[in-house]
T-cell receptor, first 110, second 115 residues
Framework: LAKTTQPISMDSYEGQEVNITCSHNNIATNDYITWYQQFPSQGPRFIIQ???TKVTNEVASLFIPADRKSSTLSLPRVSLSDTAVYYCLVGDEGFNKFYFGSGTKLNVKP | EPEVTQTPSHQVTQMGQEVILRCVPISNHLYFYWYRQILGQKVEFLVS????????KSEIFDDQFSVERPDGSNFTLKIRSTKLEDSAMYFC?????????????FGNGTRLTVT
């Protein structure tokens, strides 16, 4: 079981960069790492995905070290609207089965 | 941008009743999923579906649950005899390729309340 471990919560202030790290010691060779954002009473929303090194898109960056046992989601200059729960997912041993961890609740303060 | 749509947004039912939750995945997607989230808890995997059959299921997905793709557009989750502990948000998701490398696109869920 490709279990993920994240901090339960983080606080930040508007305009700061936030880095959320996820541990996934048992990641399989072919698995990608995917991060989702969830607001209350909404479905999770895809943020970014990567396999190794660094990936950047218009909302975030994802850093993955060479051993791939962890990954770090970086949110530049957060705003109040970034207050949400952030989940990292890796594929599981099954063909098509993905487990969410407990997620990190990010609280952005003014 | 195409999206996954779920109906109804809120369903209230009595214990022991059957419910069917409906989803319309993104049209060119091939892989379909159901997840649930009990209030205040994490998102839990229920089942994945590909090529008109179940690919994977979790231990939560017991004989009381079933999924179906009755036509080319809908994907349904049926709970045969609801229990109080089935009260949760149920999310449908779809993806367009090999599950491991394709992001899941989620709907905004159906809130099921069992009384």
């Amino acid at each position: 079981l490709a279990k993920t471990t994240q901090p339960i919560s983080m606080d930040s202030y508007e305009g700061q960069e936030v880095n959320i790290t996820c541990s996934h010691n048992n990641i399989a060779t072919n698995d990608y790492i995917t991060w989702y954002q969830q607001f209350p009473s909404q479905g999770p929303r895809f943020i970014i995905q990567g396999y190794k090194t660094k990936v950047t898109n218009e909302v975030a960056s994802l850093f993955i070290p060479a051993d791939r046992k962890s990954s770090t989601l970086s949110l530049p200059r957060v705003s109040l609207s970034d207050t949400a729960v952030y989940y990292c997912l890796v594929g599981d041993e099954g063909f098509n089965k993905f487990y969410f961890g407990s997620g990190t609740k990010l609280n952005v303060k003014p | 941008e195409p999206e996954v749509t779920q109906t109804p947004s809120h369903q209230v039912t009595q214990m022991g009743q059957e419910v069917i939750l409906r989803c319309v995945p993104i049209s060119n997607h091939l892989y379909f999923y159901w997840y649930r989230q009990i209030l205040g808890q994490k998102v839990e995997f229920l089942v994945s579906f590909y090529n008109n059959e179940i690919s994977e299921k979790s231990e939560i997905f017991d004989d009381q649950f079933s999924v179906e793709r009755p036509d080319g557009s809908n994907f349904t989750l049926k709970i045969r005899s609801t229990k109080l502990e089935d009260s949760a948000m149920y999310f449908c998701a779809s993806s367009d390729g090999q599950g491991r490398n394709s992001p899941l696109h989620f709907g905004n869920g159906t809130r099921l309340t069992v009384t």
